[in-house]
């Protein structure tokens, strides 16, 4: 395990009650335009100094400073996106040469949602009478310099946090550790890319740095795009034990779709909480979910398994049942035909089967059986669960984030 001061990069100015975080990332806002690795083409590359200068909530300014001979160039772009080629776009960059120095800049306003602690590639291309070059590429990290981040890391999770001692950061190694490792155990499931945990003691603060539009019930995101988790993380609202067992649900949503592909194929909603709740409680208890389920039959209140396939209800007491119906019922499944059965709904997932073919390749059960055949465990052979009542969001991730247990 590593750790260290964040260093300022070049070019960069430095509640008691529960709450159920339900995020729509909208990440489609970004419009962002695959480029695979042969896009260069044939073009040469050129030394430059590179920067990019971060206003949090507000835009990032690429800066091109390179040695520069001949007629000024006909065009020079910035391309950006997600590192190692995955998505990028390209924007023009206006420039002038002088004394030999050919400088350029391109200032990007994100329409879309960029969390705080997305990773950006960047690198410049010179078009002139002879082709194009292109310089190497660079990278910003899109965070708010003005506070003093740290960093720490445990094994692919690299850790941000800024308020409080370190005794934070080893909470939240310790909810790495143990959710992976029962991931691994259990599932066969591990992180396949790098992946930034980001930890802040402001909760406003964060949802302001979140973007517009934020909800002020907001306690988090997770998004395998950019392999990043955004928390809330005060030590004065969470507890010792609630930090890492949230960490560990979270990271369960990042390695799903790291195994099965993201946007996540056709995973219901129910299977990525199910599983996420089964990880969290292999570290410690946040919610009695079998007490919320048994109320739920007794107030009849259950809601169908159908209603659960992509989305969740937002208000409160719906939410919270949904996710002790999901982890009840991956637990049956899991009792049942194993926790291998998961790893191969999940692979029927990621090879695209649709979800009752992928439930009856693992299990040979559609979801309908499989609801029915879990309800009799219950001993609720003769109900009929509702369908999922009041607003609904979709989602790609669904964080459920308490300020208290």
Not at 76 to 96: I, K, N, Q
Request: hydrophobic letters at 40%; proline letters at 6%; zero cysteines.
């Amino acid at each position: 395990m590593t750790s260290g001061r964040l260093p300022r990069a070049s070019g960069q100015r430095l509640p008691s009650r529960l709450v159920l975080a339900l995020v729509a990332l909208g990440l489609a806002g970004l419009a962002w335009l695959t480029l695979g690795p042969g896009t260069a083409g044939a073009a040469s590359s050129i030394p430059a100094d590179l920067s990019a200068q971060v206003e949090i909530r507000s835009a990032i300014t690429f800066q091109l400073d390179a040695p520069w001979t001949g007629p000024p160039p006909s065009r020079v772009s910035v391309l950006f996106g997600l590192p190692d080629g995955v998505v990028t776009r390209r924007g023009r960059a206006p420039f002038e040469v002088d004394d030999g120095r050919l400088t350029a800049s391109h200032r990007w306003r994100p329409r879309g949602t960029l969390l705080p602690g997305a990773e950006i590639e960047y690198r410049f291309e010179v078009r002139d009478a002879d082709g194009k070059v292109q310089t190497e590429s660079s990278t910003v990290t899109y965070i708010d310099l003005d506070l003093p981040w740290q960093t720490q890391s445990e094994g692919l999770v690299d850790i941000w946090w800024y308020a409080g001692d370190d005794s934070l950061a080893t909470d939240a190694a310790n909810g790495i550790r143990r959710g992976l490792d029962a991931l691994q155990a259990q599932f066969d499931l591990a992180l396949q890319r790098r992946t930034r945990l980001v930890l802040y003691a402001d909760g406003e603060r964060m949802r302001a740095d979140l973007g517009r539009g934020t909800r002020p019930w907001v306690g988090g995101v997770a998004a395998a795009r950019f392999n990043l988790i955004v928390l809330y993380a005060s030590e004065f609202e969470w507890g010792r034990s609630t930090l890492p067992s949230t960490i560990a649900h979270e990271l369960t949503h990042i390695a799903i779709e790291h195994a099965v592909g993201e946007p996540p194929r056709n995973i219901p909603t129910w299977l990525h909480e199910g599983v996420a709740t089964v990880v969290e409680s292999s570290v410690a208890e946040r919610f009695s979910y079998d007490d919320i389920v048994d109320g739920a039959f007794a107030a009849d209140r259950l809601i169908s398994l159908r209603g659960l396939t992509g989305s969740f209800p937002v208000r409160s007491g719906g939410a919270l049942l949904a996710y002790a119906q999901s982890n009840s019922f991956v637990r049956f499944i899991i009792d049942r035909w194993g926790g291998s059965s998961i790893t191969q709904i999940l692979d029927a997932y990621r090879d695209g089967a649709l979800p009752d073919r992928a439930l009856q390749q693992a299990v040979g059960l559609d979801l309908a059986d499989l609801e029915a055949q879990w309800l009799a465990t219950l001993g609720l052979s003769d109900a009929t669960p509702t369908a999922s009542s009041g607003v609904l969001t979709t989602v790609s991730t669904v964080a459920l984030i308490p300020t208290q247990p």
